[in-house]
């Protein structure tokens, strides 16, 4: 996927605000590389948790999921905890689970213009 300045830009602050999040509980994540752990739902889950203010007890998911079905289950239920939050957007599981980068930011997207306001 090729990015033109003012998508890589605003990627770049909407990844900037993920990061900051991310690092309050001493998560480590480099951004978008090809071993980003969004497709396995489990950041997905903590980032929302983190926005949200709740915590999801870690017997509820997959922390290391080690099958497809697993990381399905993952990111079911990041999407339900999505869609309880509020967020509208339209994604298929299996995108997330196969990486799509186009997928993945539209909701990374989704959820910095919700919470652009947190510090």
């Not at 909407?14 to 489990?42: A, R």
């Not at 997959?62 to 939050?85: C, F, G």
Request: proline share 2%; charged share 30%.
């Amino acid at each position: 996927m090729q990015l033109n300045i003012d998508e890589a830009h605003k990627n770049g602050a909407v990844l900037l605000k993920v990061d900051t999040i991310v690092c309050k509980v001493n998560l480590k994540w480099d951004g978008l590389k090809e071993d980003y752990t969004f497709h396995d739902g489990v950041f997905f889950i903590f980032l929302l948790g983190l926005l949200e203010g709740f915590f999801v007890p870690l017997y509820q998911f997959h922390t290391i999921p080690k099958s497809d079905d697993e990381k399905r289950q993952n990111v079911d239920l990041a999407l339900d905890l999505m869609r309880d939050s509020g967020l509208k957007f339209y994604f298929k599981t299996e995108d997330i689970i196969k990486r799509d980068l186009k997928s993945t930011l539209r909701i990374v997207y989704s959820l910095f213009q919700k919470y652009k306001h947190l510090k």
